[in-house]
């Protein structure tokens, strides 16, 4: 059963590029979450979706943001007109039902 | 809300000896659960230990053990025998009510040889 797969796992974009980030979650699972890691800090939650439905996006900024998880295919995180400031790793995580996590290997998003 | 906190920054041990990383928590949740996450330079999150809070025993794996003070909202992980591929930046999470992980702002291990 392969893990959650995100690609690609780095990314570089120019300042005002739009950057779009994929995240297939487990066979079975779901629920899929999304988490930002600064350098030098934790996760931190962005946003939470199920297949067609965003649940709980208050950890993702309101601007330049956005996320999806179709019913076909994997779950999408955009940042339009990326700025230095959004360079971290972006990590996907799914579940089956909600409860434990199981997070992908993570994408590198460097912002030049 | 909940919170993690992790009072240690980096933490160095020698190789084959034994180190312990700190970690406190709050929450208003009766039920929850704790984890600690080994994040090595490849950036992969490798969950290495859990503890349901309802379970007085500590829980372990292998050379990985935990003391959970559930009173004093406490959480430290021990890591026995340590070995060079244990450095790594180790975080503490908990899970609890929502569906959000809050992570600690991690401890980096550095192993000595």
């Known amino acids: 059963n392969a893990g959650v797969m995100q690609n690609p796992r780095h990314l570089v974009r120019r300042r005002g590029q739009e950057a779009r980030l994929r995240c297939s979650p487990m066979?079975?699972?779901?629920?899929v979450y999304w988490y930002r890691q600064l350098p030098e800090e934790g996760l931190k939650f962005m946003v939470y979706?199920?297949?067609?439905?965003?649940?709980?996006e208050s950890g993702m900024p309101k601007e330049r943001f956005s996320a999806e998880f179709p019913k076909e295919g994997p779950s999408i995180l955009r940042i339009q007109q990326v700025v230095r400031g959004d360079s971290a790793a972006y990590f996907c995580?799914?579940?089956?039902?909600?409860?434990?996590?199981?997070f992908g290997p993570g994408t590198r998003l460097t912002v030049l | 809300a909940q919170t993690v906190t992790q009072s240690q920054p980096e933490m160095s041990v020698q190789e084959a000896e034994t180190v312990t990383l700190s970690c406190t928590y709050d929450?208003?949740?009766?039920?929850?659960?704790l984890f600690w996450y080994k994040q090595p330079p490849s950036r992969q999150m490798i969950l290495v230990i859990r503890?349901?809070?309802?379970?007085?025993q500590n829980a372990t794996e292998n050379r990985f053990s935990v003391n959970f003070q559930k009173a004093a909202k406490s959480f430290s992980l021990k890591i026995s025998d340590s070995q060079l591929g244990d450095a790594a930046m180790y975080f503490c999470?908990?899970?609890?009510?929502?569906?959000?992980?809050?992570f600690g702002t991690g401890t980096r291990l550095k192993v000595l040889a």
């Open positions: 929450t208003s949740e009766s039920d929850y659960y």
């Open positions: 999470v908990i899970f609890s009510g929502t569906y959000k992980y809050i």
């Open positions: 995580a799914s579940s089956p039902a909600g409860g434990e996590q199981f």
């Open positions: 066979k079975g699972h779901s629920h």
């Open positions: 979706l199920q297949k067609e439905n965003i649940i709980d």
């Open positions: 503890q349901e809070a309802y379970k007085q």
